[in-house]
Each structure stands twice: as C-alpha cells, then as structure tokens.
C-alpha cells in the first residue's frame, strides 16, 4: 500500500514539474513589445543629470532586427541611432552608430539595452561628441508612457 503512495506523489510531482516548465518556455517565446515612447531620465552612475524626457523606439519597416533609437524632445542630447534588437527577449545594443539627426553626424554607443516586461527600459549610452569621446556611460532607464 505504502509503494502505492510513493508511486502517485512520484506522478503528481512530475506532472507539477512539467507543467512549470511549459510555462517557463510559453514567457521566453512570447516575444517583449520593443517599440513605443518612454519617459527616462539621464544618470551617471546614480546621479540624476537629466530628465525627465522622453525617448522612442521605432521598429524598423523592412523587417530587420533593428529598431531606431530618438530622442523626441532633444533635450539632453540630440540622437537618432538604430540598434541591433532581439525582440524575443527584449535587447538591443550597437558597437557603433552614426546619429541620424543634427547638422553633424556623430558616433552613438549603445549597450546594455532591455525593456523589461513591456514596460520599463534601460540603455547606457555614450557620444563621440562628448567633452572625452565615448569617456561617460550615460544610463538612460525610464517607464513607457501612455498614449
């Protein structure tokens, strides 16, 4: 009777333990919204330097694994980059890029980039144009707004 017991908790316990994994991989394939506008606010490390503002990201029309990066409001620093993006787990980043916007191209780092459940982002980012080219990693983290 007792090895009845232990074979039907052996059974529950398996069913248990595959059904949590099924639901672990349905969230890692169900791919995080990168696009939309952000309200962020500019650190260096922990100190505020600026903010808030707001940011967008745009999903690129030719079916690409990029999306664009802009600084709507041009406030703290006048960018529009395109990053590599993973949509499936929310990343993105970029070695290197020109700005796309502003009457001088500049050279545009991006890395670290993830939005987090749909609704919160964080990048680090540094300029060429910076008073020691690619010297400070700005952290931009900020909540999608909603419009």
Do not use: H
């Not at 980059?81 to 949509?87: G, Q, S």
């Amino acid at each position: 009777m007792k090895n009845i017991f232990y074979l039907m908790g052996l059974i529950i316990l398996g069913t248990i333990i595959s059904c949590e994994r099924e639901i672990e991989s349905d969230a890692i394939l169900s791919p995080i919204n990168i696009t939309g506008q952000w309200n962020v606010n500019a650190y260096n490390d922990s100190t505020l330097l600026y903010g808030p503002f707001k940011v967008m990201t745009l999903k690129d029309t030719s079916g690409s694994d990029s999306i664009t990066i802009q600084d709507t409001e041009m406030k703290f620093w006048e960018f529009r980059v395109k990053v590599r993006a993973d949509e499936a787990n929310g990343t993105f980043n970029t070695k290197l890029s020109s700005s796309e916007v502003g009457g001088e191209e500049i050279g545009i780092k991006i890395s670290n980039g993830k939005i987090f459940s749909s609704d919160s982002i964080y990048f680090e980012i540094q300029f060429e144009d910076d008073e020691t080219p690619y010297g400070v990693t700005y952290q931009i983290k900020g909540r999608r707004t909603i419009e």
